[in-house]
């Protein structure tokens, strides 16, 4: 799981990725100007998952944040899983995923 911000949209993205894939998600959007703040490794996908859905569930819900960017903006895919940080805060999230991640690891 990653965490990725964009100071031209002002905007951070929470995704997945695998060590298995050929070309890393996060590569991916390097390439397009985003920059990495944080990996997590969780067991499997579908706790990467479940992390990844919560918090945008709490991005909408609890801030009301839309999406920060379109689809044309986001040529390699990924925007509905990104979040204005006008809306967020980017430490916040990430102390949010680093509890998530902590609550499916066993103790």
């Known amino acids: 799981m990653y965490l990725l911000s964009n100071q031209i949209f002002s905007a951070c993205k929470i995704g997945i990725t695998s060590k298995a894939a ?3 998600r996060v590569s ?3 390439d ?3 920059e990495l703040i ?4 969780l067991s499997n996908g579908d706790d990467a998952l479940l992390v990844e859905q919560s918090v945008r569930r709490w991005w909408r819900d609890i801030f009301g944040a839309p999406e920060a ?3 044309e903006d986001m040529l390699q895919g990924g925007y509905t899983e990104t979040a204005s940080l006008f809306h967020v805060d980017l430490n916040e999230t990430a102390a949010r995923i680093d509890a998530e991640v902590k609550a499916l690891s066993p103790s």
């Open 22 to 24: 050929k070309v890393s």
């Open 28 to 30: 991916q959007n390097e």
């Open 32 to 34: 397009q100007g985003w």
């Open 38 to 41: 944080g990996l997590w490794n």
């Open 69 to 71: 960017v379109t689809a």
